[in-house]
């Protein structure tokens, strides 16, 4: 959960702390006085588009830091990718986020006291917090959105057939492209398949080997410096092994050892050196048989130094053409041969192709119709789910239903047939999902945005909220005023399916509804001061008195009215007795 937020510099706030608990937080606050700010500050604190409008002249940056306690199912995903990041969370178990935002429109972001990149904040966002607004019930309208709301509650092995339908997917429409782009461009891929072939050609013909040039510029410079090399070995190995052993090393030392040795057992440390001395004679032995067996690898040969001169030449008329030493002409040949592969135009490979592209559409045709198996299954629960939650929010006569379809072909896209029925097939598989709206019965079923009215969309969407609350989803959820346009009875079941979801989940509500504000369990308000030279606005928490004070000002616009707050307090009451 976020236990804390504190916004600085940002619209109309100067510098404001929301304390913020489990359960149900409302935030309320006359039009104007910067309830859509914290909203605001709540997006850019996890990653959202920066907007340099926003903030304050005075101090010329705007500051949003949090303190972000996770859920143990959670915490261990989000810790794993913020450790990546080189930050660490406090001694309490907590994460400090911030993000500051300056007039010129730069922005920073931190996790731990550490710099992070922004995306990391949008990472962590997607993992903890959903946020829903105004905006979002026009996403819902999209049948792309409705799409993708089904998928997700259709549960991780819908999402398997998904991804495995979409691997399928990727590769068939890779081998119609390249079967496309092969008979396309048939002359050009010859052209350069005989230039592929012309360089392979030459390669292999002078057959060089990883390393090879290395190896000859060391023997070449043994040949051509081999009376140099035979004459410092030479004059080496006669030090150590000389005929004279009046000048031979070896012999000198097994003197000095013998001498040393035979005082020994006066003082044991000319032992030691006895010792020490016979080891360096061991090693000078050893170094006399290696200078033995180099004179004699020695070769002054000038047959051999010429064809390592013409071999170089041949090396080097390669590394001229394609790559700077050997090991790359080399890689360029393996690359040219896969490229080859590639650019085989012959009747073969087509045909060839042509088999591989058949078999992979007949794979994606049987993919697909899992998938709408899986979506028509998912939509008739959720469609139900959703229903009875639209009966306790004063719509008890409507249904929804989630209609899933083949898609219409023709639009640009290929076509397959999906259980015997020709469909548009894209990477989200071969169906249109709508959701329709039955608003009473005897009414026609309609999509959303042609049956419901403003209330009836928020309504709509809050059921779906509770009904994917039921599945899992980020602890945190954020309603920015999605009870405009309801009022009512409607309004207290809205407040009612609130606060149920804030038994399992956090929620930050930002409404004008006293009947929601009613079953906050902390109430927030934004009051705006324009005592000053510049209007500022504040957060402060409000309870008891002050409390339904409050709720008669957003009942009645009368806060010191004893019949406002009689109201406010019975308001209280229903949502106290509701909660227990």
Not at 68 to 80: F, G, H, I, K, S
Not at 241 to 264: M, T, V, Y
């Amino acid at each position: 959960m976020l236990e804390e937020l504190r916004i600085t510099g940002l619209g109309v706030i100067e510098d404001t702390t929301l304390p913020l608990t489990r359960g149900m937080n409302v935030i309320t606050g006359e039009t104007g006085a910067g309830k859509t700010m914290v909203v605001t500050g709540l997006g850019l604190l996890f990653g959202g588009r920066a907007d340099a409008g926003r903030v304050r002249a005075e101090p010329g940056r705007a500051i949003v830091e949090g303190r972000l306690r996770l859920p143990t199912q959670t915490a261990a995903a989000v810790a794993a990718r913020v450790a990546d990041a080189g930050a660490e969370m406090d001694d309490d178990g907590s994460w400090l986020l911030n993000r500051t935002v300056t007039v010129e429109g730069r922005s920073r972001a931190h996790v731990g006291g550490r710099s992070v990149p922004v995306s990391l904040l949008g990472e962590i966002g997607e993992q903890v917090l959903a946020v829903h607004g105004q905006s979002d019930q026009l996403r819902l309208l999209r049948p792309a959105e409705q799409r993708g709301s089904l998928d997700r509650f259709a549960g991780p092995e819908h999402e398997k057939l998904l991804t495995e339908f979409r691997e399928l997917h990727t590769a068939w429409r890779r081998a119609e492209d390249d079967l496309a782009d092969r008979r396309r461009n048939a002359r050009e891929r010859s052209q350069e398949a005989d230039l592929l072939r012309l360089g392979l050609d030459e390669i292999t013909r002078v057959d060089p080997q990883p390393g090879e040039d290395d190896e000859l510029r060391i023997e070449a410079q043994r040949l051509e410096h081999s009376e140099g090399l035979r004459t410092a070995a030479s004059t080496a190995h006669h030090a150590i092994s000389s005929e004279d052993e009046a000048e031979d090393a070896n012999s000198l030392l097994n003197a000095a050892r013998r001498s040393l040795e035979a005082q020994s057992t006066v003082d044991p440390v000319l032992g030691e050196l006895a010792a020490r001395l016979e080891e360096a004679a061991t090693l000078l032995a050893d170094v006399s048989v290696e200078l033995s067996t180099y004179l004699a690898s020695l070769d002054a040969d000038p047959d051999r130094l010429q064809a390592i001169y013409e071999r170089r030449a041949a090396l080097r008329a390669l590394t001229r053409k394609y790559a700077d030493d050997v090991d790359g002409v080399i890689a360029w040949a393996d690359r040219a041969r896969t490229r080859l592969a590639d650019l085989d135009v012959s009747d073969e490979a087509l045909e060839e192709l042509d088999r591989e592209r058949l078999r992979l559409a007949g794979e994606v045709a049987v993919a697909a119709a899992k998938v709408r198996a899986a979506r028509i299954a998912a939509a008739g629960t959720f469609a139900e789910q959703v229903t009875v939650e639209l009966a306790g929010l004063a719509m008890p006569h409507a249904r929804v239903e989630f209609v899933v379809s083949a898609r219409t072909p023709g639009r640009g896209e290929p076509a397959l047939v999906v259980d015997g029925e020709e469909a548009g097939v894209t990477a989200d598989g071969a169906d249109e999902v709508e959701l329709r709206l039955i608003a009473h019965p005897g009414a026609p079923a309609l999509p959303l945005q042609r049956g419901a009215s403003g209330g009836e969309l928020s309504r709509v969407m809050l059921a779906i909220e509770v009904v994917f609350a039921g599945v899992g989803g980020p602890p945190t959820l954020v309603f920015d005023e999605v009870d405009s346009g309801v009022g009512g009875t409607a309004a207290v079941e809205i407040g009612k399916r609130l606060a149920r979801l804030a038994r399992s989940h956090q929620v930050l509500v930002v409404t004008h509804l006293p009947q929601v504000a009613a079953f906050a369990d902390r109430h927030l308000v934004v009051a705006k001061d324009t005592g000053g030279a510049i209007t500022t606005s504040g957060v402060r928490v409000v309870e008891e008195t002050e409390r339904s004070r409050e709720l008669a000002r957003m009942l009645a616009g009368l806060p010191d009215s004893d019949l406002g707050i009689a109201h406010a307090e019975e308001l209280l009451a229903v949502a106290a007795r509701e909660r227990g």
